[in-house]
């Protein structure tokens, strides 16, 4: 019986650690502006000579800001 039960403990155990390993944050699209959190890896645009050029995997300080850009405007 006792070796039922630890082995019960250990799964659920990994079932824990595996399943607190990830969290997703859902950002109202609405946002104009957020706020970088650690971690933020990801290739990025860079103006060059013109035209926006993406980048290879970069690591984003925390606390940078990031937002949709100058919006054009449009006319009725």
């Known amino acids: 019986m006792l070796k039922h039960l630890k082995r019960f403990a250990?799964?659920?155990?990994l079932g824990l650690v595996a399943g607190c390993g990830t969290r997703a944050?859902?950002?109202d699209p609405r946002a104009?502006?957020?706020r970088l959190g650690p971690?933020?890896?990801g290739p990025v645009y860079v103006f060059v000579d013109g035209r926006w050029t993406l980048t290879r995997k970069v690591t984003l300080?925390?606390?940078w800001f990031?937002?949709?850009g100058p919006q054009q405007e449009t006319k009725p």
């Open 39 to 41: 971690g933020v890896r």
């Open 25 to 27: 944050v859902m950002i």
């Open 32 to 34: 104009d502006i957020v």
């Open 61 to 63: 300080p925390e606390g």
């Open 66 to 68: 990031a937002g949709p």
């Open 10 to 13: 250990a799964v659920g155990t």
